[in-house]
Structure formats: structure tokens, C-alpha cells
């Protein structure tokens, strides 16, 4: 008994350190988080790092057939050593690594695609308009400027994109010549350079990207004290851990770090193909975090968020194939019984169609991914529209869901959907 007693005593001033040491390793990095398997939200659990205790059962147990055994030296023990006791600082980091934390904590295993990817050869410009109001095009500069003998109008509408091949500015205003010889005016516009990740393996656990500046939380919940850092819009970060508080999601970015769901768009590995899919190829739609991930051999290789249908043009959820694609494509149209909503968008790069006039594309006029947005197509950026086109191939799985059952299932309730 009297060395199960140093024992104890020991393990006393081995939590202390312990507990100090991985809160500076840890809590020092802020993107390496790690998780295993799909996140499926639990109860709120307690802030603090708990140092797991002995009932009398197991203190007797120590007592009569382990008092002659020395600690484990500092480590990982997924399985209960023969010649050791893996307690203190051994425990701590079992626990961790069966959640999958590791230290040091390693990074994700992917990297940014090719920037060159980004890169098209097309100029943009935003017809900006008042509303009601036409978007008229004159045979040249001087007629454009001076607003007379327009001679083909563009009806009215809210998103309004052209291509051009020549900007002049007069007076302050911006005017741009189309392929056609015509002068509109016209905003030339960029486009985000936004990229998701190229994965080299699957990782184990969930991650995703920061959707807005946000401030963590040392627990889940809204009365958990909030942390001196910052996280910015697109950081990627590793995910450990959810579970629901004060009715939302937290997720679990770091020992003491939580962030609440409306702040991240977060990817949770498939552990295996929708059914359907038989030979391991898919693209994965995922609604309610608006993220998309790619399968090649039932591994992921590719992320990224989108920008999917906004109420009420919803992206269909279902099993779908890729039946065209195309490089270049003008989408128009409208869905409002005024014609309030009409939209016309020239040159829609990496354009993959897979349900009814659905498509997967780039999306040269949205600024930020992570949100639903368009009338039913799933929104990339350029640059990730150009990495799948590359990747997809005619007859690919497209499989759009909505884990938390908010999108209508109903066939009935869509029409052929758009941009």
C-alpha cells in the first residue's frame, strides 16, 4: 500500500504538469485540430481537462497486482501495457489520441491546387442598373456616352454579367466594348481566387473553413468565456469534436477552442459510397454544411465550400450523373412570376450539368462560399470549378443530400432549376 501511496502522490504533481504542458502545446496552435470519424453532435461537455480517478475497485486492484509496477514512460497506449502503468501524463495523451489528437499535432494531409487553376480567359464587367431599368448597348463609344440610339436592350434584372473585350472610362463612368462591336456600360469586375484542398490521403477526422471572423470559445455554449484570438474568413481548421448547446452546434477546433456552427462550413468524411455508387467515383453535395468533397477509390481527394439554392430555389437532393459539360456556357433566365429575378451571366466557366439544367460551375460573380445563394446550380469558385472539370468525367456520381432534412425532397416541389 505504501508505494501505491507514492503513487498517488506522484500523480498529483504529474497532473499539474501534464495539464500545463499540453495546454501550451495544444492551445498554441490554433488550425491543428483532429477528430475521428464523422461528428455526431452530444451533450455539452465540461471545459476543463479531467484527469480520469480511481473507484476503491481499482485503487484495490493497483494496491494487490500492480503496487511492484512502475509508471509508463510519457506516451500513447491504445492497448494496456503487461509492464507498466500508463498513468499521468500517458493517460492524458491515450485519451487525446483515442479522440485523435496527437502531439505534436500534425497538419491535414492536402495542399492548395495549382494557382494556375484560378486563371481564365475571359474579362467581366456587372451591368449595374436601377430597377426596372434595361441595360441598353449603342453601336458606339460616343452614342454609349451620350445614352442615344441604343439599339438592343437586355431586359431587366437583378444579376447581370457581361463579357468584354475593351474598357474605356469617361467622365468617371465605366463603359466596355462586347465581342459583338457594341458599348454598354458597364463595372469590369474580379473574381475570388479562392481555393479549396488537394488531399494526398484520407484524413481521419472532420475539418472545414472559417465562413466569418469569429472569437472561440473556451466551451460550447453561449456563456463559455471567449477567447483573445481571432479567426478569419477561409482559415481552414480541424474539427475533434461537436456537440449541441443553447439549441446549436459547437464545434471543437482545439483543446479549449469552440466555435458555433453558423462560422464553419465543415467536411465529415464519408466512410463509404452512397448507395448507388458501385465504383468508388462521387462528388459529394453536402447542403446544410455547403461544402463539397470528391471521391476517387472511396478516398477523398478533393474539398472545397460552394454556394448552393436559396429558398425557395433549392439544390434537388438525390443521386444524379454528370450528362455534359461544357467550358463555356450563358446561363439566363427567371423563376418569379414578375420576372423580377431574371438573370443573365455570360460565359459561365467549367460548367458540368447533372440534374435537369442543374450544374456544378464557377462562379465568377459570387464573393462568398459557404452560404446558399443561387437558383438551384452548386456554385464553385473558378479556380475549384476548374480543378473538378478537370476530374469529372461524363456518367460521375453527383450525390446531393441535406443531413439535417431542412431541403424538400419532394420531386414535385422543383422545377428544372438554374444558375
Known amino acids: 500500500m505504501g508505494k501505491y501511496l507514492e503513487l498517488k502522490e506522484t500523480m498529483k504533481r504529474l497532473k499539474v504538469f501534464t495539464i500545463t504542458t499540453l495546454m501550451m502545446v495544444l492551445l498554441g496552435n490554433t488550425g491543428m485540430i483532429l477528430a475521428q470519424g464523422e461528428i455526431t453532435p452530444t451533450t455539452a461537455p465540461e471545459t476543463t481537462v479531467e484527469i480520469p480517478t480511481q ?3 481499482e485503487a484495490a486492484a493497483v494496491d494487490t497486482n500492480d503496487e511492484e509496477m512502475a509508471l509508463c514512460l510519457p506516451g500513447v497506449y491504445l492497448e494496456e501495457p503487461d509492464d507498466c502503468l500508463p498513468l499521468g501524463s500517458s493517460q492524458i495523451l491515450t485519451e487525446l489520441a483515442k479522440k485523435g489528437l496527437s502531439i505534436p499535432l500534425k497538419p491535414l494531409p492536402a495542399v ?21 431599368v434595361r441595360a441598353a448597348f449603342y453601336p458606339n463609344l460616343d452614342s454609349a456616352v451620350a445614352g442615344i440610339n441604343a439599339f438592343r436592350f437586355l431586359p431587366a434584372g437583378k444579376l447581370l454579367y457581361i463579357t468584354y473585350t475593351y474598357q474605356s472610362d469617361v467622365k468617371g463612368k465605366h463603359f466596355v466594348q462586347v465581342e459583338t462591336g457594341e458599348w454598354v456600360r458597364a463595372s469590369p469586375t474580379n473574381y475570388s481566387t479562392f481555393q479549396g484542398l488537394q488531399f494526398t490521403k484520407t484524413p481521419s477526422h472532420s475539418f472545414g473553413w472559417i465562413l466569418d471572423q469569429a472569437n472561440p470559445r473556451k466551451g460550447p455554449g453561449y456563456q463559455a468565456e471567449t477567447l483573445n484570438e481571432n479567426l478569419v474568413r477561409e482559415q481552414v481548421v480541424q474539427v475533434y469534436d461537436a456537440v449541441e448547446a443553447d439549441n446549436t452546434t459547437w464545434y471543437m477546433i482545439g483543446l479549449g477552442k469552440w466555435v458555433e456552427q453558423r462560422y464553419i462550413g465543415v467536411v465529415n468524411i464519408m466512410q463509404s459510397p452512397p448507395e448507388g455508387v458501385t465504383n468508388g467515383r462521387w462528388i459529394e453535395v453536402n447542403l446544410y454544411q455547403q461544402t463539397l468533397a470528391v471521391y476517387e477509390n472511396n478516398q477523398i481527394v478533393f474539398a472545397t465550400l460552394i454556394a448552393t439554392g436559396a429558398d425557395p430555389y ?24 414578375d420576372k423580377s429575378d431574371y438573370y443573365y451571366l455570360e460565359n459561365v466557366p467549367w460548367t458540368m450539368y447533372f440534374d435537369e439544367n442543374r450544374a ?25 470549378a476548374h480543378w473538378l472539370y478537370n476530374w469529372a468525367q461524363v456518367g460521375d456520381w453527383v450525390y446531393v443530400w441535406d443531413p439535417s432534412g431542412a431541403t424538400p425532397t419532394d420531386p414535385a416541389f422543383y422545377t428544372q432549376g438554374g444558375a
Not at 494556375?116 to 426596372?132: C, F, M, R, T, W
Not at 456544378?360 to 475549384?384: E, P
Open 55 to 57: 473507484t476503491p475497485t
Open 314 to 337: 433549392f439544390t434537388k437532393p438525390g443521386l444524379f450523373q454528370i450528362y455534359e459539360k461544357k467550358e463555356l456556357e450563358t446561363m439566363t433566365g427567371s423563376f418569379a412570376a
Open 112 to 132: 492548395k491546387p495549382d494557382s494556375s487553376l484560378v486563371a481564365i480567359d475571359q474579362k467581366y464587367a456587372k451591368l449595374n442598373l436601377q430597377e426596372g
Open 360 to 384: 456544378l460551375h464557377g462562379a465568377y460573380w459570387r464573393a462568398l462560399f459557404g452560404y446558399t445563394q443561387s437558383h438551384g446550380c452548386v456554385n464553385l469558385s473558378v479556380g475549384d
